[in-house]
């Protein structure tokens, strides 16, 4: 059998370098609610950024796993 080039993913989106920021394009160009507080928008960001390592450390190993046991289930059972 002849040896075939293995072409690349073009579809892959380019990557930043290390280092460089990402600017989030939608954050910037999305206007603020007027009706809103803008203090206690910041707020919410700020209680929703730690939210999941708030979770992840209330979690018992016990949960944790079950969880986990869960979650590979649900791929396991979406590949047939």
């Known amino acids: ?32 609610d007027p009706q809103k507080d803008p203090s206690a928008v910041a707020l919410g960001r700020k209680g929703g950024l730690k939210g999941g390592k708030a979770r992840a450390a209330k979690l018992t190993p016990e949960r944790r796993s079950e969880i986990a046991r869960k979650a590979a289930a649900a791929r396991w059972d979406r590949t047939t």
């Open 1 to 32: 059998m002849p040896d075939r080039s293995r072409k690349g993913r073009s579809d892959a989106a380019p990557r930043p370098a290390p280092g460089e920021e990402v600017i989030n394009a939608q954050a910037e160009t999305e206007p603020i």
